[in-house]
């Protein structure tokens, strides 16, 4: 079993992307600038919000953060979104999901200028997506195709179960890793909490992407020897002998899945640390005006 070493190749990619921003400054005098949008107080937000803000300042970004009370209203929200996006020296918008229940989460993701739209859930990225055009890529997927690449990890024909169907991971990544290009030419199968004989389909990948939300899904009988294996989940249990009195699993029950993998990402120290490099990634290219003029 070899380990995909998020913290590796995320510190790695994030050298490239430090230096490509100290150009973009250089060049027109302005460092790209991320803007993030938190409503609320949820733990788990506050913490990936916080990450991304500290890492844009890392490679040399620009980051701001709009900070609401759960009670912000909906118009409020989009009224926000609107000024920022004809902010011209903002390249970058994310609003943190989830959102308060009287917040409509498509109507924020539509509102969101979709030149700006780093995060890739705007309907018109998720289209250009499907039609193999420039986009920005949702970042958790966009980061577990740079890992394969990063580690020249054989795609195609081979068989990939990709479990979970969400907007934001498993739909997109069923959608890239299908596509003719490398990472891609996977035989991709969608798998779901309605999928029948899911243990017999994810024996049969190759490549499993588990992106359910539930800590040890993914079992070692589930799984063939030799696959590939990408832990997306991040599963915050609390616990008294942590400093942040959290631990974090993934859906992979990594201690017996591990020995029977080719190749397996860790949880924490996987994916998530990949996701911030998509969203650098994309952040970068839309300061540089590489995807929409
Ligand atoms: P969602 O809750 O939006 O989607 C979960 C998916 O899992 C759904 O499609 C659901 O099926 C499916 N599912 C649930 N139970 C089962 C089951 N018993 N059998 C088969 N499928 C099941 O989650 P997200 O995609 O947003 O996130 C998934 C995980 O990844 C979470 O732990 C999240 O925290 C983590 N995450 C990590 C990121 C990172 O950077 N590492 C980024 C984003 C998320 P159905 O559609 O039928 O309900």
């Known amino acids: 079993m070899q380990l995909l070493d998020g913290k590796f190749v995320a510190e790695k990619l994030k050298l490239e992307i430090a230096e490509e921003a100290a150009s973009v400054l250089a060049v027109s005098g302005r460092k790209p600038h991320l803007v993030a949008i938190l409503v609320g107080h949820d733990g788990g937000s506050e913490t990936y919000v916080a990450s991304k803000m500290k890492n844009c300042e890392k490679v040399g970004f620009k980051s701001s953060l709009v900070r609401?009370?759960?009670t912000v209203t909906e118009a409020?929200?989009?009224?926000?979104?609107?000024?920022?996006n004809q902010d011209p020296g903002v390249d970058g918008l994310i609003v943190q999901l989830p959102l308060p229940k009287h917040i409509d989460p498509e109507k924020v993701t539509e509102k969101i200028d979709y030149?700006?739209?780093?995060?890739g859930f705007h309907p018109v990225n998720l289209g250009r997506m499907m039609r193999n055009l420039?986009?920005?890529?949702?970042?958790?997927?966009?980061?577990?195709?740079?890992?394969l690449e990063e580690y020249k990890i054989e795609t195609a024909g081979k068989h990939c179960v990709v479990v979970g169907?969400?907007?934001i991971v498993g739909s997109p990544m069923s959608i890239l890793l299908a596509r003719n290009a490398y990472p891609g030419n996977c035989t991709v199968t969608l798998t779901h909490s309605r999928?029948?004989?899911?243990?017999?389909?994810?024996?049969?990948?190759?490549i499993i992407v588990a992106a359910i939300g539930?800590?040890?899904?993914i079992t070692a009988d589930m799984v063939k020897d030799g696959a590939v294996i990408i832990d997306v989940g991040i599963n915050r249990e609390v616990s008294e002998s942590t400093r942040s009195g959290y631990k974090l699993y993934g859906d992979v029950d990594f201690d017996h899945v591990a020995p029977k993998a080719s190749w397996i990402t860790p949880v924490p120290g996987g994916v998530g640390?990949?996701?911030i490099v998509g969203l650098l990634r994309n952040t970068l290219a839309s300061a540089k005006k590489e995807i929409y003029k």
């Open 195 to 206: 999928t029948a004989n899911l243990s017999e389909m994810v024996r049969s990948a190759d």
């Open 214 to 217: 539930r800590k040890n899904f």
């Open 165 to 167: 169907r969400s907007n």
């Open 76 to 84: 409020e929200l989009l009224n926000k979104i609107d000024e920022i």
């Open 115 to 119: 030149r700006k739209d780093v995060d």
């Open 68 to 70: 609401y009370e759960e």
């Open 134 to 147: 420039p986009c920005f890529i949702p970042a958790t997927p966009y980061g577990i195709l740079l890992m």
């Open 273 to 275: 640390l990949m996701t």
